[in-house]
């Protein structure tokens, strides 16, 4: 029988306890990485005794042990290291990665089943030169799997003193793969959209467009930085909105509430079009400042994939057309701008000095004052003053 291919039987998972699931309640509740790893430790630390855990997260290449986030326990004796990262990754090819090629999918193992005999395993190069050095002697995984490679995994390690896992324990460990797996799908799906979300919105941030999302409550999801100066122009008129910080003083004129409130109501009183399968048509209207300088297009929209998300309200905001003398050029000057560029125009607008702008966007001064040049030079203005007068 060869050393390298032996595999005795997986344990079948079994029905979790009253305690056990407890546990994956909590990891059930996580939300984000910090949260789901907080209580994946209670877990592990309860039901699967330790020395050492750690979790890899986001492998771009799991047999080179190349991921994009590691985590160990707060408990653990021994801390992650990247020299020994290096060492799994070199000697564990030959160690346990041939059992994995021979059995994607596999949710759990342990050391010791990838021998025929186990007390041959000290004999290896990988335990030589990985486990011994950390005072280590068993250790156990936990696989979860995507199109044929490992997304996550956990690795339990154990001194001799603490005695190998028992099958009893990579029960426990497959009776718990499916729940975690689970929260890792939802905290994929989660932080997918969290990140679609954070680069459009860097994206469009800055772009001279005026934009509000608003959710069926009328609760702001996004509003662009022209969207937060018309509004404040909408509410203060353009004189007096020029004292104030557009963002600090941010809320939604009444008209364009109104206007929404107006939309929800003829969807509700339609009936229709707000079963689950149908997929209505956007929904719009049309309000202006009571002063006339702005304008406000809304539309109402509902997720059309059949979903359960209630309809958003999606607002674009833009200056009335006037005559020439009192029509600013604003749009025009913006756009020749890139999108950095004209998110820090318009903070120099608000008022801010370069250090708060700096705060803000995550620079320093220093690039600050070179982007602020650019600026000036492209728009043929000399200085803060006139950068400002030229907007507005």
């Known amino acids: ?43 592990f630390e309860d039901l699967v005794p330790h020395d050492s855990m750690v979790m890899s997260q986001g492998y771009t290449d799991w047999r080179k042990e190349s991921t994009t986030r590691r985590f160990t326990s707060a408990n653990s004796r021994v801390p992650d290291d990247s020299h020994m990262q290096g060492v799994v990754a070199g000697e564990g090819r030959s160690f346990f990665q041939p059992f994995l090629d021979a059995r994607p999918g596999v949710p759990a193992y342990s050391h010791s089943q990838l021998m025929a005999d186990p007390r041959k395993i000290p004999q290896t190069r990988y335990y030589q030169r990985y486990m011994q050095p950390l005072g280590w002697r068993y250790s156990a995984h936990l696989l979860f799997w995507n199109a044929g490679e490992v997304t996550t995994s956990f690795a339990l390690r154990r001194r001799s003193d603490q005695s ?33 979300r954070v680069l459009l919105e860097s994206f469009y941030r800055a772009q001279p467009d005026a934009v509000l999302f608003l959710d069926w409550n009328l609760h702001v999801i996004y509003t662009s930085i022209e969207a937060s100066r018309l509004c404040a122009v909408w509410n203060f008129g353009a004189t007096e909105a020029r004292r104030y910080n557009s963002q600090a003083v941010f ?39 009571p002063h006339g300088e702005i304008e406000a297009a809304i539309t109402m929209r509902k997720d059309n ?67 602020i040049s650019g600026i000036y030079q492209k728009l043929r203005v000399g200085s803060r003053a006139q950068l400002i007068i030229a907007l507005r």
């Not at 309640?25 to 790893?37: D, H, K, Q, T």
């Not at 497959?174 to 905290?187: E, F, K, N, V, Y």
């Not at 604003?330 to 370069?354: D, K, V």
Request: charged residues 25%; aromatic residues 2%.
């Open 251 to 289: 809320a939604l004129p009444p008209e364009i509430t109104g206007a929404c409130e107006e939309l929800k109501m003829s969807l509700l009183t339609s009936g229709q079009e707000i079963s689950p399968n149908a997929v209505p048509a956007p929904r719009t209207s049309e309000v202006v400042a």
């Open 305 to 371: 994939r059949g979903g359960m998300e209630q309809p958003v309200f999606v607002v674009r905001l833009k200056e009335a057309a006037v005559g020439s003398d009192g029509q600013s050029n604003r749009r025009q000057l913006l756009a020749q701008l890139t999108p950095a560029e004209r998110e820090i125009a318009t903070l120099i607008c608000e008022g801010l000095p370069n250090k708060i702008i700096a705060q803000q966007l995550h620079k320093t001064e220093g690039s600050i004052r070179v982007q």
């Open 164 to 196: 190998d896992f028992s099958p009893d324990e990579l029960a426990r460990l497959h009776s718990l793969h499916p729940h975690i797996d689970a929260a890792l799908a939802r905290l994929d799906a989660y932080e997918g959209e969290r990140r679609t």
């Open 1 to 43: 029988m060869s050393e390298t291919t032996y595999c005795p039987e997986l344990p079948p998972a079994r029905a979790l306890q009253a305690a056990e699931q407890q546990a994956v309640l909590e990891v059930n509740r996580a939300l984000g990485i910090n949260a789901l790893w907080k209580s994946l430790q209670s877990l």
